[in-house]
């Protein structure tokens, strides 16, 4: 059984979320109202996920990230966000965390991030994607040249699948585009990862996006 610890300073979110997870065979070990206990709390149990909220009082959730990795923690992290606090979500990505997902999404969603995370994959909310794409500035030449030489890496089938990654589809929605199955397209996202040197599908998106520009496509 996957044992998660839920970090957020409402109670009404925690209380969701764990009806929530426990109601899909996942056990919630512990609660936490704040970033440091929430550091305490996975450091004293044996922890596989953790969920937390960005914006938490003593310490917020990406810097509690930032202290567990540091003493060694091996628990996965998915973090939640609402749709008003985007500030660190550029922050979040770059630093590789196991998922991302926004605060009102679907239950089913929540617990695939976990699962997801829990097998040693990367789950991001479409949503999150478009989201992170929206806040990325245009990038200069030297970030775009870049972003092609990692690019051509991918055989012509990675490239259309990256591509519409980037575009914020998730897997389902990808295979059904390509008439391919769901599973298949994970397998190809796991691959471009591997070839990007990405930690998530956030990563590649951006990259994608560095690339383009109305003369140039994947």
Do not use: W
């Not at 909220?53 to 609402?82: N, Q």
């Not at 829990?118 to 990038?139: I, N």
């Not at 390509?178 to 397209?185: A, G, K, R, V, Y």
């Amino acid at each position: 059984m996957i044992r998660v610890v839920v970090a957020d300073d409402d109670a009404l979110i925690r209380a969701g979320v764990r009806a929530v997870l426990e109601s899909a065979g996942v056990e919630v070990v512990g609660e936490a109202s704040d970033g440091r206990s929430a550091v305490d709390l996975v450091l004293a149990r044996r922890v596989d996920v953790a969920l937390l909220d960005i914006s938490m009082p003593r310490m917020d959730g990406l810097t509690a990230i930032e202290h567990l990795r540091a003493k060694g923690s091996t628990t996965r992290f998915v973090v939640l966000t609402a749709f008003g606090a985007h500030d660190n979500v550029v922050r979040a990505v770059g630093g590789g965390v196991a998922g991302f997902v926004l605060k009102n999404c679907e239950p089913g969603e929540l617990v695939r991030a976990v699962r997801s995370a829990h097998a040693g994959e990367a789950y991001l909310s479409p949503a999150v994607t478009r989201l992170v794409l929206g806040m990325v500035r245009p990038e200069t030449a030297r970030r775009r040249e870049e972003a092609r030489r990692r690019l051509s890496a991918l055989s012509p089938r990675e490239a259309e699948v990256a591509s519409l990654v980037a575009d914020g589809l998730s897997n389902a929605d990808v295979g059904a585009r390509l008439h391919m199955s769901e599973t298949t397209i994970k397998t190809y996202v796991s691959r471009i990862l591997a070839k990007l040197d990405c930690a998530n599908r956030v990563q590649a998106a951006l990259l994608v996006r560095d690339a383009q520009d109305p003369g140039f496509s994947p």
